[in-house]
């Protein structure tokens, strides 16, 4: 091919004024608003149209330089297998292991016993190298003092401790208890070896239904809460903000995980100039797949989905992703569900290399406004929880799940491939390892779209 063909001097200048006037034609009468601009569950309009941005500063990932982490999730409640697929994970490709107790917000119904974790602790300490990731999804801060204990050698590897009491909260409906929060940070900060402490975690509104700005907002506020309650106890704004993990969902909507990624690091950069930090250290942002958006029905189509989800966390600046297996939705995942899991990760790093590309949606109109939008709708719903007295009392005062709630019953069903849309006569039999826990929790709980749907 010539490559003169690609010079943009080579093709008349265009005018939008002359394009919108073909696309009156073509529509024959019809609304433009109503035949080509669709809007989010947030009411951001997307139109079909934009102009590149020449000035675009890209959104980078905390170490631009390495490829994300690819976690796995340590959470099949039988110890024996737990730890043979730990090893195997770490064997084929997984640069971190996230354990996953049965408490957390993120166990969808697994996740290991409490009274096993040191055994874990003990095991993952031992097999996952120096350069790996430890990411605890309990906020168990004995838990994560253990651990700290086993890691305390010079060029350790990272540990994300995710403490995390506005999420707890939230899924139990019970009121948030920060007052341990500055006795936390002093014994675990020094122990994270290039990790964090805490979790604003904005993964429990997604998957209980909420909009991409409430998620976003859920993560900024919480954010506040943390750095207020640990200022108050002498420890200052520059100190904390890096020992905190930004957490959010990526799910099979491309260009809205990219936005939704790259707005967290707006947000981020906001709260940090408040603050009057004059060179903030980038935010460690992790992605999990959305459980949300996992099917019951057809199975097979969630891989899809995980490999879409993963991409745009990829290309959106996650630091660290972690991929639920397709099956989650039936029972306990086996073995081939979960290296489908891993490999997702594994092939866009080692095959399509795009770890090597740092946040390719900068001065991309498109993703630019919806950034742009995410972000200001996302403060907007913050100021408000901060104006209600801040996280903590929206949580106890219930406002939060009415939110949640009336977003998700706001939502409009969309088609389902296999679920709603070309859904097969007769299931194929699914293979797992065994059933899922029923939930317990009093607060918000995850609501897959197939469940309002199906």
């Known amino acids: 091919m010539d490559a003169g063909v690609l010079d943009a001097a080579a093709f008349p200048a265009t005018d939008r004024d002359l394009w919108l006037k073909l696309v009156a034609r073509a529509l024959k009468g019809a609304s433009f608003d109503e035949a080509l601009v669709s809007h989010t569950d947030d009411g951001i309009a997307i139109e079909p149209l934009y102009e590149r941005l020449g000035e675009a500063s890209p959104l980078l990932r905390r170490q631009p330089g390495r490829p994300w982490t690819i976690t796995q999730r340590m959470d099949d409640p039988n110890t024996v297998r737990a730890t043979a697929q730990m090893t195997d994970d770490l064997s084929n490709g997984a640069t971190g292991i996230a354990l996953v107790p049965a408490d957390s917000p993120s166990a969808f119904g697994l996740g290991i016993e409490s009274g096993h974790a040191d055994a874990f602790l003990s095991a993952i300490a031992a097999k996952i190298g120096e350069r790996g990731s430890i990411r605890l999804e309990s906020g168990d801060v004995s838990l994560g003092e253990r651990l700290s204990r086993l890691s305390a050698t010079p060029n350790a590897r990272p540990i994300h401790f995710g403490i995390d009491p506005l999420s707890a909260a939230a899924l139990s409906g019970s009121s948030a ?94 709260i940090a100039e408040a603050c009057g930090i004059a060179e903030p250290v980038a935010a460690h942002l992790f992605m999990e797949t959305s459980y949300r958006m996992l099917t019951r029905r057809d199975p097979e189509t969630n891989i899809l989905r995980n490999t879409i989800a993963v991409f745009a966390a990829g ?128 607060g918000l709980k995850p609501v897959r779209l197939d469940e309002v749907v199906a």
């Open 315 to 442: 290309t959106g600046g996650a630091d660290e992703i972690a991929v639920l297996p397709h099956t989650i939705t039936h029972g306990i995942p086996d073995p081939l569900a979960r290296r489908l899991a891993r490999n997702t990760q594994t092939i866009l790093i080692a095959e399509s290399h795009l770890d090597h590309v740092g946040d390719p949606a900068a001065g991309a109109g498109g993703i630019e406004a919806l950034t742009d939008a995410l972000a200001e709708r996302a403060w907007e719903i913050f100021k408000g929880i901060e104006r209600e007295g801040g996280l903590s009392k929206t949580i106890e005062s219930g406002r939060l799940a009415t939110m949640i709630a009336e977003a998700r019953a706001r939502r409009t069903p969309r088609p389902i491939v296999g679920t709603s849309l070309f859904a097969m006569k007769q299931e194929r039999p699914v293979t797992v390892l065994g059933p899922l826990r029923p939930a317990t929790n009093n």
């Open 177 to 270: 208890g920060l007052e341990d929060l500055p006795q936390h940070f002093s014994v675990l900060a020094d122990k994270a070896n290039g990790g964090t402490v805490f979790n604003s975690d904005g993964r429990l509104i997604h998957n209980a239904g909420g909009t991409e700005a409430q998620e976003l907002a859920f993560v900024a506020a919480s954010l506040v809460e943390y750095l207020r309650a640990l200022d108050a106890a002498g420890s200052a704004p520059e100190q904390v903000l890096p020992a905190i993990s930004l957490c959010l969902c990526a799910d099979q909507d491309q260009f809205l995980t990219i936005a939704k990624a790259r707005a967290a690091r707006l947000v981020h950069a906001r």
